[in-house]
């Protein structure tokens, strides 16, 4: 008989590191959109005042009525504050500068860091996955990102003093587990901008390969990656053949199959009698 498969909960990745261009908003646009493409709808929040996932999903920052930061502040509803994208099951929670002023606001609410959690967990239920877009700090915005995720997701570039920084980064996720969030757990670290002809990207990708999980899938210095932001593009929309497109869709498969199985996925085809 053919029962139905129940619905898999919701998974929220955080797409998390303190340090700045290591390919965060580049992993959480491309990773979004390709769990997407793979037709789980998905949405994509953009944590960061910078608000470059938004403008990478084709968000026009004057366009942007309300945002997370309204959100967040409890003026608005989730669904206020979705966009839909040009990727078919793809939406977005856009961010302004005005996000800046909540880590301001909030400095003195009680509860400051569960603001985004509750915010968002409990409307989320329609989506397979959400993507959280940190800003490059350990700030009270991607405490709340912590706080609100099932999983974190760190995008890491080969380079010399990476292994520092992601050791901090650890024993941050360590203590918002302790804290204020027991869930979490490490998804993986993504290595991005990936140039395998230099020895540091070896050396560097060996030493984390012993302390960390790391994600098989390898995201290569790709220029389309680069170009396809200022087509507010994510980069199947602009290159789909590209190295850069490719490994994110690797990406995106792996983290399918390590949830769903290879044999598991909801939209399998039922197994013969
Ligand atoms: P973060 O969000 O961590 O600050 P970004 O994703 O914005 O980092 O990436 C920083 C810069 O590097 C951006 O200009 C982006 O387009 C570029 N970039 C990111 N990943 C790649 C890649 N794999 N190949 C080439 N350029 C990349
Ligand atoms: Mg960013």
Same mark, same amino acid.
């Given at each position: ?9 919701? &998974? ?14 580049? #992993?959480?646009?491309? &990773?979004?959109?390709? &769990? ?8 994509? @929040?953009?944590?960061? !005042?910078?608000? /470059? ?7 026009? !920052? ?19 504050? #979705?966009?839909?994208?040009? @990727?078919?099951?793809? %939406?977005?929670?856009?961010? $302004? ?16 860091? /569960? ?30 990102? *912590? $706080? ?19 050791? +901090? ?31 540091? #990207?070896?050396? @560097?990708?060996? %030493? ?7 994600? /098989?899938?390898?995201?290569?210095? /790709? ?7 200022? +087509? ?16 994110? &869709? ?5 983290? *399918? ?17």
């Amino acid at each position: 008989q053919a029962a139905a498969t129940p619905k898999p909960p919701t &998974l929220i990745f955080a797409v998390a590191n303190q340090k700045g261009g290591v390919g965060k908003t580049t #992993t959480a646009v491309n &990773l979004a959109a390709s &769990l997407a493409a793979a037709e789980h709808r998905t949405l994509l @929040v953009d944590c960061d !005042p910078q608000g /470059n996932a938004s403008s990478g999903v084709g968000v026009r !920052p004057r366009s942007i009525e309300l945002s997370i930061y309204d959100v967040l502040i409890g003026r608005a509803a989730l669904s206020q504050a #979705t966009l839909p994208t040009e @990727v078919p099951l793809l %939406e977005v929670i856009p961010a $302004t500068q005005d996000l800046v002023a909540a880590e301001l606001e909030l400095v003195d609410a009680p509860d400051r860091a /569960n603001r985004l959690r509750d915010a968002i967990r409990p409307h989320v239920g329609d989506y397979a996955f959400v993507v959280l877009d940190c800003p490059p700090s350990l700030g009270l915005l991607t405490l709340n990102a *912590l $706080t609100a995720a099932h999983r974190v997701i760190v995008p890491l570039q080969c380079e010399y003093f990476a292994l520092e920084g992601l050791t +901090h980064l650890m024993a941050t996720i360590d203590r918002v587990r302790s804290v204020f969030n027991q869930e979490l757990t490490v998804e993986g670290i993504v290595l991005t901008m990936y140039d395998g002809r230099t020895s540091l #990207t070896h050396q @560097v990708a060996d %030493e984390v390969k012993g302390h960390f999980r790391v994600f /098989n899938a390898i995201i290569p210095r /790709n220029v389309r990656l680069s170009e396809a932001p200022s +087509h507010g593009k994510p980069a199947l929309l602009y290159d789909v053949q590209s190295k850069g497109a490719q490994g994110y &869709l690797s990406l995106a498969r792996e983290i *399918l199959e390590s949830h769903y199985g290879p044999m598991k996925r909801p939209r399998a085809k039922p197994a013969a009698k």
